[in-house]
């Protein structure tokens, strides 16, 4: 793998992480949360469209799937794939850092376990 296959890859991870934490912001506004709790399906569905960092997570999201494509059309899927892991580690810290999520012990060990097994299987 090449230094900027690999950079790819990292740049498609960081951005899909930073996609769930900007989606995050965006479902828990308030105009969002009113809807979730009282509206219909209509009201829910115009308060998600309209809100901003629900539609940045998106773009994220398409910018991420965008890069992936490129590291799929240079590796094969079985060597690209495990790098995926790799998100639940930095989605673990963004949302520690930023939305002051609660980091337990038990799910700190099963993110490095994730890790674990992308090396092992990146080595393979």
Known sequence: MTAPVLSL?????????????????????????RALAEGGAAQVAFAVASEWRVLAG??????????????????????????????FVLTLLLGWWWLGDTVSAQRIVGTLLVAAGVVLISRS
Do not use: N
């Not at 934490?21 to 105009?31: E, F, I, P, R, T």
């Open 9 to 33: 890859i990292l740049f498609s991870v960081a951005l899909s992480a930073l996609a769930q934490v900007v989606l995050k912001l965006g479902m828990s506004a308030g105009a969002v949360s």
């Open 58 to 87: 998106l773009a994220l999201y398409l910018a991420s799937a965008a890069a992936w494509l490129f590291v799929l059309a240079r590796l094969q899927v079985s060597a690209a794939y495990p790098f995926v892991g790799l998100g």
